[in-house]
């Protein structure tokens, strides 16, 4: 069974930095891109970005390109988001997906985790 | 790159219902389109992928598909269920751009 289990979401004020974790287990880790995708309170789903499977390419949409930087750890089966001069936009619930291939959309979700970033 | 869903749909249980997202630029068939599944206070699920592709476990109530001619998809829900009620949306991807359409909100009346 895949699961994938979000951690590290948090207050923050703004300007302040977060990591966030995904645990994946029940398939080849290493084998799949993964993303990460966020939605605002009572807004919907926004793309924020994805990994290739052995962590070489990496993609951002425009709004958290050079604050945000995601990697991985495939002995780990482990997904990161680290978030950087967060602002109050950037709060969210913040979900890792895997990817079904390559640039196509997400076969499996996590439960999500919330970044809060508020004075 | 936009996908442009309706906002909301009302249906009764037992009829069909069907969710449109309309691309808006290129073509809708460049791409494989997704569908997700989000009810209240839970994570989405992948309700379709691949336009018409169904994850095992989803029922065959649920169905996908591609127009060209209008340049745009559609999810089509029959013999609706009160658990069917929930946010959809729609996903495609162009150039290593994930995007989602705005989401529709069901109501199952």
């Known amino acids: 069974e895949v699961q994938l289990l979000e951690s590290g979401g948090d207050l923050v004020q703004p300007g302040g930095s977060l990591r966030l974790s995904c645990a994946a287990s029940?398939?080849?880790?290493?084998?799949?891109?993964m993303s990460w995708v966020r939605q605002a309170p009572g807004k919907g789903l926004e793309w924020v970005s994805a990994?290739?499977?052995?962590?070489?390419?990496?993609y951002y949409t425009d709004s958290v390109k050079g604050r945000f930087t995601i990697s991985r750890d495939n002995s780990k089966n482990t997904l990161y988001l680290q978030m950087n001069s967060l602002r109050a936009e950037d709060t969210a619930v913040y979900y890792c997906?895997?990817?079904?291939?390559?640039?196509?959309?997400?076969?499996?979700w996590g439960q999500g985790t919330l970044v809060t970033v508020s004075s | 790159f936009m996908l442009t869903q309706p906002h909301s749909v009302s249906e009764s249980p037992g009829k069909t219902v069907t969710i449109s997202c309309t691309g808006s630029?290129?073509?809708?068939?460049?791409?494989?389109v997704q569908w997700y599944q989000q009810r209240p206070g839970s994570a989405p699920t992948t309700v379709i992928y691949?336009?018409?592709?169904?994850p095992s476990g989803v029922p065959d109530r649920f169905s996908g598909s591609i127009d060209s001619s209008s340049n745009s998809a559609s999810l089509t829900i029959s013999g609706l269920k009160s658990e069917d009620e929930a946010d959809y949306y729609c996903?495609?991807?162009?150039?290593?751009?994930?995007?989602f359409g705005g989401g529709t909100k069901l109501t199952v009346l």
């Open positions: 630029s290129g073509s809708i068939a460049s791409n494989y």
């Open positions: 996903q495609s991807s162009d150039s290593s751009n994930w995007v």
């Open positions: 990994i290739g499977s052995s962590g070489g390419s990496a």
């Open positions: 997906a895997k990817d079904i291939s390559v640039n196509i959309g997400f076969d499996y």
């Open positions: 691949e336009d018409g592709k169904r």
């Open positions: 029940g398939f080849t880790f290493s084998s799949y891109a």
